[in-house]
């Protein structure tokens, strides 16, 4: 649809309570079970307050629910760059709202607070497309009320892709699914329901998973942190594994499916993830257990020809050398942080947007779905 193109009710500020559950206004067409989910879909990051954008804390999380209001764009970048919002969509989303800032209050700086933001992850494709789109709304003579209605149709769309994506993935699971997840793709990491976290929930609305584990992901402990806080606030039973006990795990019998979100897919299929999702993939062919990525279109880089050509963020060795601001490791000792690794797509048994499904993906069936190069 044309987002330019918008009514006034959608661009009211949202409700600051992190249980407020914003309706899309257009969303693909729906299946009951997938209409369910939303007794499983509670949590909302990043509000936008008409002058201000709230960003839940994530840092602070489990033990602590606090919110950062962000006031210009570059408040906004650095918020991005020190993970108070994390998870390629929400960076996006928030990325967004950064440029309406900057709108609103330096509206002659808005290439220079485009750059900065730009600037602030360079791995999670969603930021550059979500800021391209802005760009190309301002190129059309935008101005910033145009511009929150870009930015809160984004947040719109992505809320309704995963909802749409959730149905989809579910359906790939079979009956009495054991599934294991890596770092966080819930609500706290998208607009709402999450991507591989939407699966999830939509799979146990439906009565599909048995059984959900939930990796710890070092360093940063997303998954222990704020998937099993996600999960547990939702009703959903989890059990927190050691990110190194995932191919005993696999082993035993327990996981049937493996599902991840993704921060940059290529045009072969090739998939960018948190740390530590190459190692999953491997296992999991391994022993023979299916491996599933989910993620919006949006996240799928068809100008990238494969995962070589992707970068990879390599954060400050300070978080491997120190956990919770206590230094762990003796001075003098040296870290490499890489924060993603890049699945092969022939270790991927299923690539999930809300275009459709992926099924072995390779060059030929990604660009049967999404095209040529952008």
Same mark, same amino acid.
């Given at each position: 649809?044309d987002t330019l193109v918008l009514c006034a009710a959608r661009c009211r500020p949202i409700s600051t309570s992190i249980h407020a559950a914003t309706q899309p206004t257009?969303?693909?067409?729906?299946?009951?079970?997938?209409?369910?989910?939303?007794?499983?879909?509670?949590?909302?990051?990043?509000?936008?307050?008409?002058? /201000?954008?709230?960003?839940?804390?994530?840092?602070?999380?489990?033990?602590?629910?606090?919110?950062?209001?962000?006031?210009?764009?570059?408040?906004?970048?650095?918020?991005?760059?020190?993970?108070? !919002?994390?998870?390629?969509?929400?960076?996006?989303?928030?990325?967004?709202?950064?440029?309406?800032?900057?709108?609103?209050?330096?509206? @002659?700086?808005?290439? /220079?607070?485009?750059? +900065?933001?730009?600037?602030?992850?360079?791995? $999670?494709?969603?930021?550059?497309? $979500?800021?391209?789109?802005?760009?190309?709304?301002?190129?059309?003579?935008?101005?910033?009320?145009?511009?929150?209605?870009?930015?809160? /149709?984004?947040?719109?769309?992505?809320?309704?892709?995963?909802?749409? &994506?959730?149905?989809?993935?579910?359906?790939?699971?079979?009956?009495?699914?054991?599934? +294991?997840?890596?770092?966080?793709?819930?609500?706290?990491?998208?607009?709402?329901?999450?991507?591989?976290?939407?699966?999830? %929930?939509?799979?146990?609305?439906?009565? %599909?998973?048995?059984?959900?584990?939930?990796?710890?992901?070092?360093?940063? +402990?997303?998954?222990? %942190?704020?998937?099993?806080?996600?999960?547990?606030?939702?009703?959903?039973?989890?059990?927190?594994?050691?990110?190194?006990?995932?191919?005993? +795990?696999? @082993?035993?019998?327990?996981?049937?499916?493996?599902?991840?979100?993704?921060?940059?897919?290529? *045009?072969?299929?090739?998939?960018?993830? @948190?740390?530590?999702?190459?190692?999953?993939?491997?296992?999991?062919?391994?022993?023979?257990? @299916?491996? &599933?990525?989910?993620?919006?279109?949006?996240?799928?880089?068809?100008?990238?020809?494969?995962?070589?050509?992707?970068?990879?963020?390599?954060?400050?060795?300070?978080?491997?050398?120190?956990? *919770?601001?206590?230094?762990? !490791?003796?001075?003098?000792?040296?870290?490499?942080?890489?924060?993603?690794?890049?699945?092969?797509?022939?270790?991927?048994?299923?690539?999930?947007?809300? %275009?459709?499904?992926?099924?072995?993906?390779?060059? *030929?069936?990604? $660009?049967?779905?999404?095209?040529?190069?952008?």
């Amino acid at each position: 649809m044309d987002t330019l193109v918008l009514c006034a009710a959608r661009c009211r500020p949202i409700s600051t309570s992190i249980h407020a559950a914003t309706q899309p206004t257009s969303r693909p067409r729906m299946t009951t079970a997938a209409a369910m989910t939303s007794s499983h879909d509670s949590i909302r990051a990043v509000l936008w307050q008409g002058d /201000a954008l709230r960003l839940l804390d994530q840092r602070r999380l489990p033990h602590e629910e606090s919110y950062v209001d962000c006031n210009t764009a570059g408040e906004v970048a650095t918020a991005i760059h020190d993970l108070v !919002v994390r998870g390629a969509p929400a960076i996006g989303i928030a990325a967004a709202w950064g440029v309406v800032l900057a709108a609103q209050r330096e509206p @002659k700086r808005l290439d /220079a607070a485009l750059a +900065l933001l730009r600037a602030a992850r360079p791995t $999670a494709v969603n930021l550059m497309w $979500a800021l391209d789109r802005m760009r190309h709304a301002i190129a059309g003579g935008a101005d910033a009320e145009t511009l929150a209605c870009e930015a809160q /149709a984004i947040q719109d769309e992505d809320l309704a892709a995963n909802r749409h &994506m959730g149905e989809l993935g579910a359906a790939l699971l079979g009956h009495d699914a054991g599934v +294991l997840t890596h770092c966080n793709t819930g609500s706290l990491a998208t607009a709402g329901f999450g991507t591989a976290l939407g699966v999830i %929930r939509a799979g146990v609305d439906a009565g %599909r998973i048995a059984r959900v584990f939930a990796g710890e992901t070092r360093p940063w +402990l997303q998954g222990a %942190r704020l998937t099993m806080w996600e999960l547990l606030r939702d009703g959903i039973p989890a059990t927190l594994v050691a990110d190194s006990a995932a191919a005993h +795990l696999m @082993k035993s019998g327990q996981v049937q499916w493996v599902v991840v979100g993704a921060d940059r897919i290529a *045009a072969n299929g090739d998939t960018a993830n @948190k740390i530590g999702t190459y190692q999953l993939a491997i296992s999991a062919r391994h022993h023979g257990v @299916k491996f &599933m990525v989910v993620a919006p279109s949006s996240t799928v880089d068809m100008a990238t020809p494969g995962g070589a050509e992707i970068e990879i963020e390599l954060r400050s060795p300070d978080e491997l050398l120190s956990f *919770a601001g206590q230094r762990t !490791v003796i001075d003098g000792a040296a870290a490499w942080n890489p924060v993603f690794d890049v699945t092969p797509a022939e270790l991927i048994d299923a690539i999930v947007t809300e %275009r459709g499904v992926v099924l072995q993906p390779d060059a *030929a069936r990604m $660009a049967d779905v999404f095209g040529s190069a952008r």
